[in-house]
């Protein structure tokens, strides 16, 4: 089935300029772009993107990391393109993610990991409109999907 996920570029992968080599394995997978941004992410759109951890301990640090740098925020469509890139990224603590995920070969911690996937439809449909408006998406054929 073909989905669209959102897949934000933390500030860590930007200071340590790991956006082309993440950028290539996610199209490398099959997976198509339909938009991208650089961009600063606000205190306000930080503390809704994480509001379903409003209530935990490291909320505040969650919103104090994601602001405290620029951010790449990427729209990417394929087949089963939540769970695909889900499974690229590796664990959430990259001390525990499998060597060839992202986590796995860039981040040895929980709280600097490089990078965020959509982890569902719903958070998807929760995410995208806080980085996007719908008419900054473009929906392109590559000609290459059949190889997928």
């Known amino acids: 089935m073909t989905e669209r996920t ?31 941004k650089f961009m600063l992410l606000s205190e306000e759109k930080a503390k809704k ?3 379903v951890h409003k209530d935990k301990p490291f909320f505040k640090d ?3 990391y994601i602001t405290s740098g620029p951010i790449m925020a990427i ?15 590796g664990a959430t603590d990259g001390s525990k993610a499998a060597p060839g995920t992202i986590r796995g070969d860039y ?8 990078i965020h996937a959509s ?3 719903e958070s998807f449909k929760h995410e995208f409109p806080i980085f996007f408006r719908e008419d900054e998406i473009i929906s392109s054929k590559y000609g290459d999907e059949d190889l997928f």
């Open 6 to 36: 959102l897949v934000l570029i933390k500030p860590d992968g930007i200071r340590r300029r790991l956006t082309g080599e993440i950028i290539k394995r996610l199209e490398s997978k099959g997976l198509n772009i339909l938009g991208a």
């Open 49 to 51: 993107h994480y509001e």
């Open 62 to 64: 969650l919103v104090g």
């Open 75 to 89: 729209v990417f469509e394929g087949k089963n393109a939540i769970s695909v890139v889900r499974i690229l990224t």
């Open 107 to 114: 981040s040895i911690s929980i709280d600097r990991n490089i």
């Open 119 to 121: 982890d569902s439809e």
